[in-house]
């Protein structure tokens, strides 16, 4: 055991505890306990498209190419080579 702290003490204290919290208090945290609040700014974007721009414009083109065969294939029989 820890020197100086007896089990009456100790559950003294965490009977205190469980109270305080059933009754909503909260214990007032130590000066100890708060780490110092370090900030870090975001980094400016860079210029030129973003990498989210890029997928999303490359998606966009997937789907209207596909959309287009697609009706080239209907509308147009044999106008496309088959495949295989």
Do not use: C, H, N
Not at 2 to 18: C, H, I, Q, S
Not at 41 to 50: C, D, L, Q, V, Y
């Amino acid at each position: 055991m820890m020197a100086g702290v007896t089990t009456d003490d100790a559950e003294r204290r965490l009977a205190e505890a469980l109270r305080a919290r059933a009754v909503g208090m909260q214990p007032m945290p130590s000066a100890q306990s708060y780490a110092p609040l370090r900030v870090r700014r975001a980094a400016p974007p860079e210029p030129g498209m973003s990498v989210r721009t890029a997928l999303l414009l490359a998606l966009l083109a997937g789907v209207v190419l596909g959309v287009v065969l697609g009706l080239m294939s209907f509308w147009l029989p044999g106008a496309l080579p088959p495949i295989g």
